[in-house]
């Protein structure tokens, strides 16, 4: 009896020791189970804002509702609309060499997109100078001179970029770099001015003169920005002329100067 009792006790013995090597193993393991859903959820998270990192940019921006020309577009921003002139470049005009061209390409990558507008500052039209930036991140300024669409507009820019992709265009005769020699498009503005003025002074020159007007002494500013002539030595218009005042008869004013009569001061 007291040896069956003995074995009992050894056998309690053993069952206990065993069971005490067992708990630090199954505390490990329970303790694994535990912290693996909060290692995989710390992963699931880095993955999650990894794949929104590439995502791209939010599309809120100005919506390009019109396209003028090359350079000039109107932009839809809060329902006003802002008329835009792009940054440090000049396309060909409409009625330019590669005018339309340059239209139809722009229109292409900006034309009803939201895009993000980088304010410069104000021309003397009151249009905004700016940078466009398209929605896959590409600056619109920069592809209308890399594809041969634009010149970059040295007189309004000293940008080192602008004037390397128009270095690699004219290279590899991109767009109106295909002419030989084209036409600024500021000069094609200074000329198309020029021929303007002239046909209004010839037109000018043939009107009637008025009666007395051989004999009736004006005044005109001799300088190429004045059109008109004044019957008033003291007009204020007069005063703010820079160059030579002349003192002429009517007749001549109008026959060789091409000049109207000056409405401010009255007749």
């Keep these: 009896m007291k040896l069956l009792s003995f074995k009992n006790w050894l056998l309690y013995l053993l069952l206990l020791v065993s069971g005490c090597q067992q708990d630090p193993g199954n505390t490990h393991e329970t303790r694994h189970r535990q912290e693996q859903p909060a290692d995989a959820t710390m992963a699931k998270t880095e993955e999650l804002s990894q794949s929104e990192s590439r995502k791209p940019e939010n599309t809120a921006g100005d919506k390009v509702i019109a396209v003028k020309d090359g350079d000039t577009m109107d932009l839809l921003r809060n329902g006003q609309v802002i008329k835009v002139r792009l940054y440090g470049i000049d396309s060909p005009e409409k009625n330019q060499d590669f005018g339309q061209r340059a239209k139809q390409f722009a229109s292409d990558l900006a034309f009803g997109k939201y895009v993000q507008l980088i304010a410069h500052n104000t021309d003397?039209?009151?249009?905004?100078?700016?940078?466009i930036i398209l929605p896959d991140g590409r600056n619109l300024n920069e592809e209308m001179v890399r594809s041969g669409f634009a010149w970059h507009y040295k007189a309004y820019s000293k940008d080192l970029s602008l004037a390397n992709l128009e270095t690699d265009a004219r290279r590899f005769k991109r767009?109106?770099?295909?002419?030989p020699n084209p036409t600024p498009p500021?000069?094609?503005?200074k000329n198309k001015s020029s021929?303007?003025?002239?046909?209004?002074?010839a037109e000018q020159a043939k009107s009637p003169i008025?009666?007395?007007?051989?004999?009736?002494?004006?005044?005109?500013?001799?300088s190429s920005g004045s059109a008109v002539y004044h019957v008033s030595a003291t007009?204020?218009?007069l005063k703010r002329c820079k160059a030579e005042v002349l003192k002429i008869t009517e007749a001549e004013a109008i026959r060789e100067h091409g000049r109207r009569l000056d409405k401010t001061c009255g007749s």
């Design 186 to 189: 500021w000069d094609f503005r």
């Design 124 to 131: 003397r039209y009151g249009r905004t100078v700016g940078t």
């Design 195 to 201: 021929n303007t003025a002239e046909t209004a002074a």
């Design 175 to 179: 767009g109106l770099w295909q002419d």
């Design 210 to 222: 008025p009666a007395g007007a051989t004999k009736r002494i004006v005044y005109l500013c001799d």
């Design 235 to 237: 007009c204020s218009v």
